[in-house]
């Protein structure tokens, strides 16, 4: 499906959150896009992250942050996450899609952000443990190295791996300064 058929598709279907949630999925896992197919249909996409359904809101920061790594949408995304007013899936969402545009980076501040999300018992665990893994996706290690996050969300204090985290912060420390 080329662009303009997607646009015209989401246009056509603005208040129908699974034809939207499908496509929007469809856009960053199934279509095959270039990179100027994406420059066209992200200001569409974009939009979508202000659409009146939690469903497509996550989609869409999905789509632009997590599946397409556009730098430019982190504020959003971290604002998705931010909004308590969200539901903890669309929140764990958005705190995905901003992290992962700083996949593979080490960056010391996103590390110590994610680590303090994580240490807040007050958040959700499903959002403590979507920074738990939020946290070695933005590590320099590959994920065959990252510790088990499949664990039960009760666990969290046990499961968690602390000292690889801390070791991770102190290389990213050095390199940082």
């Known amino acids: 499906m080329n662009t303009e058929a997607i646009k015209q598709k989401i246009n056509e279907n603005e208040n129908d959150e699974n034809f939207l949630h499908d496509i929007l999925i469809d856009c960053g896992k199934n279509f095959t896009l270039t990179k100027a197919d994406k420059e066209n249909l992200k200001n569409t996409i974009y939009r979508l992250c202000s659409h009146s359904s939690s469903t497509v809101r996550s989609a869409a920061i999905r789509v632009l942050c997590f599946y397409w ?18 539901d903890v899936e669309t929140r764990c969402h958005g705190l995905m899609s901003w992290a992962n545009t700083y996949r593979n980076t080490n960056n010391y501040e996103i590390l110590v952000t994610l680590k ?14 979507t920074a738990y893994t939020c946290f070695f996706n933005v590590s320099p290690l590959e994920p065959k190295d990252w510790p088990d996050s499949n664990f039960d969300w009760e666990d ?13 912060l102190e290389k990213a420390k050095i390199k940082y300064n």
């Open 156 to 168: 969290i204090e046990e499961k968690i791996n602390l000292s690889l985290m801390n070791e991770i």
């Open 116 to 129: 303090n999300i994580l240490a807040d018992t007050k958040n959700d665990e499903y959002i403590r443990v």
């Open 69 to 86: 790594g556009m730098t430019e949408y982190r504020e959003t995304a971290f604002n998705i996450f931010s909004n308590e007013q969200e």
